[in-house]
């Protein structure tokens, strides 16, 4: 179950990375984007939020926003939602349901704004041509599933309507690259880890279901076969 968990998850990140190209092909050829994150105008509609911010920085911008600890491979999500928290003033965050933001290794790396129906751009080809005007990139986003996407230098900008809503998504693409290859690394790590059963001293491979059923107080974890082999564990026999 294990080793089909992985497999899944394997064929989950290809499939990701697929769609990513065939996406920044398609963009490519369709619009011209040449920003930069840093590049964006500071619209109103986002709040002062920019890619790149600090939890710090965020907070000074969005005081009620909580942070919590960051992931094994150090990313951090958090979220609130202005419309639904009776402390925020509304007037600050006019039309906002949702504010959702994740880091990386202390950046802010993606920004999701989720917009009610009562927007002022509450329409999706509306609200993709005022928000270009707002950010001053082209307007000609082209149809991506659901929504419209603009691929610039290293981040892309997605517009959709969800739950009857406007919404935009700034992503910084490169950061999303590096979290893909952090899990693939530690796919592969723990592919190759090995279960020890110090009673035995048999060692159980990832794709061994027998491994299951070593007790946790009789377990030593080796990070491949040659490790286990080396402290004179032999595969168990229940591997072949």
């Not at 951090?76 to 349901?97: G, I, L, W």
């Not at 419209?148 to 950061?175: H, K, N, V």
Request: with cysteine; glycine share 6%; net charge neutral.
């Amino acid at each position: 179950m294990r080793r089909q968990l992985i497999l899944n998850i394997r064929m989950l990140l290809s499939l990701l990375v697929a769609m990513f190209c065939t996406c920044v092909v398609a963009n490519a050829q369709s619009t011209s984007c040449p920003l930069k994150p840093d590049q964006l105008a500071n619209a109103p509609e986002l709040f002062g939020v920019r890619l790149g911010m600090t939890p710090p920085e965020v907070k000074t911008l969005l005081p009620l926003v909580q942070f919590g600890r960051p992931d094994p491979f150090g990313v951090m999500k958090t979220s609130f939602n202005p419309h639904f928290d009776s402390r925020v003033d509304k007037t600050a965050f006019p039309d906002v349901r949702t504010i959702s933001l994740e880091f990386l290794d202390g950046k802010l790396v993606t920004l999701w704004i989720g917009y009610e129906a009562t927007f002022k751009w509450p329409k999706l080809d509306q609200f993709v041509a005022n928000f270009s005007k707002s950010l001053s990139v082209p307007a000609d986003w082209p149809v991506k599933r659901n929504g419209r996407e603009l691929s610039c230098d290293g981040f892309s900008l997605f517009a959709s309507i969800i739950g009857g809503g406007p919404g935009i998504r700034i992503t910084d693409d490169t950061a999303q690259d590096l979290i893909a290859a952090r899990v693939e690394a530690a796919l592969d790590a723990e592919e190759k880890e090995v279960i020890g059963d110090i009673r035995t001293r048999s060692y159980y491979t990832a794709d061994c279901a027998a491994r299951d059923q070593v007790p946790q107080a009789s377990r030593a974890v080796f990070k491949n076969k040659d490790e286990a082999e080396k402290a004179g564990y032999t595969l168990s026999k229940d591997c072949h």
